[in-house]
């Protein structure tokens, strides 16, 4: 590991564009058609559009239907306060935590801590050098926890990459004390069958269960060859993260087959990604309740045993999703928002093509009570506005705004820029606020945009895979409420309850 303090802080402001440069890990790169994503860290999505295409992101800018290159756009009620440009560590950011005064932003080459104390004027208190993509990060305690979703020669902070047909290939988790925020301790690394894309915390008082999404984009991976229907649970005891380690393998996708029983995808699903694993799970402790968003198949699980999850209800969408991606529970628990990653956050599906309801997230409620709850289909959200064809545009990771009454979230849509909307009814979902920037170029699509946008303790953060962290601030009747709620840690992905319950 390598510790890379950094006391300086480099502003931006509204209107101040700057080119995006250093973007050496890779996203997501799959094609829209398929939506295959790899999950390797190797060269930036980054390829020729037709001349075609290139004339009419010309024209589109010319007219003003897109912002300018880098340009700045937001509604009236977002203002932009700050921005932090990437520093020291090159690669893609990712995912975003907080906890009190700190925010937490992965990237592909490891991770930075802010002191947000000061919303307007963000500062750098550590950057930590632990290359292994994708870097989802998340916060317990003194504890920091990271995923590694890509082939390594070993479990160090100096590892390299490494085929995967390597005996000695390392994926999984790794664990660090960030009891001192300036000089975080690597403690601890577990091993997982087919890495750790992404990873959920259920936190408890003596120990934090960790569940750990992966899956198979190809049969490259020894250890994610289908059926790879389960998810990992690591056990890490918060005295003693040394001895952290893997307890079970529940199997989500039980059934005959080489695929298991998730959704087996083309040729009688063309486009569809066949279930052989978890892309994400969001929890809601305070309801012992789970969402899987699972390649092709969206769950509904009751995790009232942490260490043996069970399937209550299975969803699929064979006419609009194609990459089950993440899930958001709204507050009561009665509806659940799961986005679809087509073309795995490397395509520009944010178009008059495409169109509304595909790359787009579905709402479902959940109906009923219990073993008997069932996931009911209402209707589809996806961003009014049009990009150009050069921007990767996909529904992505977002929060709630903790607002009682009301369903409303904030969500990063890459190169869409950052979205505001209410679904408190399900059935008509609504935008009422929005931030983008213009595209990073114009005469390819270059892998760039917001990665993670959530709400925490008043404040929107997005963390851009180019730009790097953005800090907005909402004024809106509708959300001003949300003001008022104070957090003291935030994984969006281990929901908290922000009103207690009421039935």
Known sequence: MILLNDPRTRGRRLGVAAAAAGLLAALLTAAPATATP???????????????????VQDALESGEIPARDEVVHSDNIRHLA????????????????QGKYAFAGNYDGFRIFDISNPRAPRTVAQVLCPGGQNDISVSGDLLFLSTDSSRSDSSCHSTTQPATEKSSWEGMKVFDISDKRNPKYVAAVETACGS???TLVPERRNVYIYVASYSPNAAYPDCRPPHDGISVIKVPRRAPEKAKVVAFPVLFPGDGPDGGGNPGGPTNPGVSKTTGCHDITVLPSRD?????????????????????????????????????????????????????????????????????????????????????????????????HQADTENCVAHNGSLIPVRGRDIMVQAWYQGGVSVWEFT??????????FERGPLTTDRITTGGSWSAYYYNGYIYSNDIAKGLDVLELSDRRTDPAERVRLRELNVQTQPDYFGRRD
């Open 83 to 98: 921005n932090i440009p990437k520093d020291v560590l090159p690669g893609t950011n990712s995912d975003l935590a907080f």
């Open 197 to 199: 894309h992404t990873h």
């Open 425 to 434: 009814d399900s059935r008509r979902p609504r935008e009422i606020a929005y």
């Open 289 to 385: 309740l789970a969402a899987g968003a699972c390649m092709g198949d969206g769950i509904l699980f009751s995790i009232r045993n942490p260490e043996r999850p069970r399937v209550i209800d299975q969803v699929q969408d064979n006419v609009n999703f194609a990459f089950w991606h993440s899930a958001t529970f709204n507050q009561r628990a009665n509806k659940v928002v799961f986005t679809d990653e087509l073309g795995g956050g490397g395509g520009a599906t944010c178009n008059a093509e495409i169109g509304p309801n595909r790359g787009a997230d579905g709402i479902y409620d959940i109906v009923g009570k219990g073993k008997r709850s069932k996931l009911v289909f209402r209707s589809y959200f996806k961003i009014p506005r």
């Open 38 to 56: 790899d999950p390797g860290d190797g060269p930036a999505a980054s390829r020729e559009v037709s001349g075609s295409d290139r004339a009419e």
